[in-house]
């Protein structure tokens, strides 16, 4: 710069070439080119501008330097003139000298218009004559000091708001006694406070819930000076009302360092979690929940799989168990419609009955016409019904084999027809109600040659009766002539015919008591007798009855009972009979009678062929007889058991049968006692 001031052209300025300057001057310009302190003077009226070396740099390049250098001032820094112009004018006038730090100043440099900041002082330099000549301007710019101070301010208060606005709770606690130096927001509202209200307090003395678990935690921070994290650390505290606060926490502790690098205090960035731990603890039990479900769903599934094996194997069997039934129904429908059946099957669950045409055409229905259960029940002959009914509950409820026959009137023609019915309920499984299958015959053609027959057995019977008393008469007269006159021949030969006519008129009061039976004309004469003298009686007419067979009548106990003693006797006659007829000559025969539960009851055992089991229900049927050849031989009408079981019904007794076939039969038969 002293070379340039040297080399300028004064001339042309108001100060003149040097040779004209005051002593002052040149002393203030020389102090001013040699201080290594940025300075400048303005001297003379127009304040003509010089300036040093020091100061060279605050000017940078196209801008002032080197245009400044012997410029008025107002020309020089007509920028900042308006601010530091009246201050010199002010200075020149005799003023103080003035002192300004970090003052912002506009200039021209660097080819633009921009903002400096100098810390200067102006103050007066007198000249010869004693007046002001001119002003020394020493200055430092401070441009790049203050706008770092600016920018540090900005940063500070960037990250003041940062902190206050950050969605992290901060807090920085300093000291033993862990005071709050900052917190933000954040901070204060997971523990349910309001910043201003946690500064400068001891943290614990805000949230003493939290001490027990925390403060080890920022002390160990503190001693070891490694930073710490926590996750989703639970937490319980109050908050400013007192209520009560809990929740979950990530929490960043980090040393808090001054300057010189010691550890003072505690930095905790803490982000409350509490939602997303409800969420993820409510995650894992919707997740827990669901893999129970798809436990149970797995295992339903299993259960399901093996269920739907039994099905298809079960639906296997039904299939091929339907096969089987279409077929053996088909063949049942089509045996019943040859052999002219009917019939009929009632659902015991739904009650629904359905009749086959045949059935109702028995019924006097026509085929293609409804009819009901109580229809068919309503045709029945009035003196029937209970037994058919009767017959029937013991089907449904016992499970029995049904079969009954009996008078229906038909519907429209009022026609009367036997029916002959069987039955018999189906259930596969006890657990349903089953099927009841029935069979309907019309037996009535069958029933009117019984009849017939029954008429004509009765017309005879009637007729020989009279003969056979006459002839019984005869030869009972004959008997006693010929031992009269000692005829051994005509003796024997009148018994012989005499027991012929006894058997006879055995025979022919059967019948008279079958059709008396019918017409409902048997008579029952009651009378109380000793039924261990009857067996007596029938011990001793067996004897000389029969002589093929070893016939044992145990000893009897006296038993009375008030019965027909004729027709008893016709019971156990018929019973002893029938042993000697159906079994080998020279076996046995027992005869015992007991008592047994107030009842008398007596037995008839013998070692013959014995019967079919399918041939019992049937042997107390009206002229029923089995039907084999061993038997065939055997002469009989199939009477006697017929009488006998209504004989003892009619007493109010039973009479069955068990039986062994090659083995024997033992006949029972029981009467109430006196
Ligand atoms: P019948 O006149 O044919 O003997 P019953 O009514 O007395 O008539 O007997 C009916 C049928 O019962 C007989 O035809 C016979 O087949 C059978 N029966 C009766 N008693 C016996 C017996 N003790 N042993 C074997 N079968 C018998």
């Known amino acids: 710069m002293g070379e340039l001031t040297r080399a300028f052209d004064w001339s042309k300025t108001s100060l003149g070439s040097p040779e004209v300057w005051s002593q002052s001057c040149l002393t203030s310009v020389y102090i001013m080119l040699t201080s290594k302190f940025p300075s400048l003077v303005f001297w003379g009226k127009e304040l003509v501008t010089f300036y040093n070396d020091a100061f060279r740099p605050s000017l940078g390049n196209e801008g002032k330097h080197p245009s400044s250098l012997g410029q008025p001032g107002h020309i020089s820094w007509a920028e900042s003139w308006p601010v530091i112009g009246p201050m010199i004018h002010n200075i020149m006038a005799g003023g103080d000298a003035v002192w300004f730090e970090d003052q912002k100043l506009p200039i021209y440099r660097e080819g633009r218009m921009g903002y400096a900041y100098w810390t200067y002082c102006f103050s007066p330099i007198l000249d010869d004559d004693g007046s002001i000549g001119g002003l020394l301007v020493t200055c430092t710019e401070t441009t790049r000091g203050v706008e770092s101070l600016i920018q540090l301010g900005e940063s500070e208060s960037r990250f003041s708001n940062l902190v206050r606005e950050a969605n992290v709770g901060i807090v920085v606690l300093t000291g033993e006694e862990k005071k709050v130096e900052i917190a933000n927001d954040g901070y204060a509202r997971i523990i349910g406070f309001h910043a201003e209200q946690l500064l400068g307090k001891p943290i614990f003395d805000m949230i003493p819930a939290a001490k027990e678990v925390f403060e080890p935690v920022i002390d160990n921070v503190r001693n070891t000076e490694e930073i710490m994290y926590l996750y989703n650390a639970p937490y319980s505290v109050a908050d400013e009302n007192g209520n009560p606060k809990e929740g979950f926490v990530n929490l960043i502790y980090q040393p808090y360092r001054e300057k010189d690098g010691s550890v003072t205090g505690v930095i905790v960035l803490a982000q409350d979690t509490t939602e997303q731990v ?397």
Not at 398 to 423: C, N, S
């Open 278 to 674: 409800l969420i993820s603890q409510e995650l894992n039990r919707q997740y827990e929940k669901e893999q129970k479900l798809n436990e149970e769903l797995a295992s339903i599934n299993e259960e399901l799989s093996a269920a739907n094996e039994e099905m298809l194997i079960i639906q296997d069997d039904i299939l091929s168990a339907n096969a089987r039934l279409t077929d053996s129904e088909e063949r049942l429908r089509l045996t019943i419609e040859s052999s002219n059946l009917g019939s009929c099957y009632m659902n015991m669950a739904t009650r629904e009955f359905i009749a086959s045409p045949r059935m109702k055409e028995l019924y006097g229905f026509y085929a293609n016409e409804d009819m009901g259960f109580n229809d068919a029940v309503s045709l029945i002959a009035d003196e029937y019904r209970e037994m058919v009914l009767k017959a029937i509950d013991a089907s449904l409820n016992q499970h029995q084999f049904y079969e009954v026959e009996y008078p229906v009137i038909g519907y429209h023609d009022k026609m009367l027809r036997w029916i002959k019915a069987t039955g018999k309920i189906f259930d596969s499984d006890k657990s349903n109600a089953g099927i009841f299958f029935g069979t309907v015959e019309d037996i009535t053609e069958r029933k009117r040659d019984e009849q017939r027959k029954s008429d004509f057995i009765a017309m005879v019977s009637h007729e020989m009766k009279t003969p056979l008393t006459s002839m019984s008469g005869f030869i009972q007269l004959l008997q006693l002539e010929a031992v009269n006159i000692g005829n051994t021949f005509i003796t024997s030969m009148s018994d012989k015919a005499a027991r012929q006519v006894n058997k006879m008129t055995g025979m022919i009061n059967g019948f008279l008591n079958v059709s008396r039976l019918e017409s409902g004309k048997l008579t029952i004469n009651k009378a109380r007798f000793d039924l261990a003298q009857l067996i007596k009686d029938a011990e001793e007419e067996s004897l000389s009855l029969y002589s093929t067979h070893r016939i044992i009548f145990h000893p009897a106990e006296r038993i009375f009972v008030n019965a027909d003693r004729d027709k008893m006797a016709s019971v156990i006659n018929n019973l002893v009979s029938n042993a000697v007829k159906y079994s080998a000559p020279g076996t046995a025969i027992h005869i015992v009678c007991i008592q047994e539960n107030g009842m008398a009851q007596l037995s008839v055992s013998d070692e013959g062929a014995g019967i079919r089991k399918e041939d019992i229900p049937k042997l107390f049927d009206r002229y029923y007889r089995v039907e084999d050849q061993a038997m065939k031989a055997v002469s009989g009408f199939g009477i006697g058991l017929y009488l006998s079981c209504e004989i003892v019904h009619h007493h109010g007794g039973t009479i069955w049968v068990t039986s062994e076939v090659g083995e024997g039969s033992t006949f029972y038969f029981t009467i109430p006692i006196d």
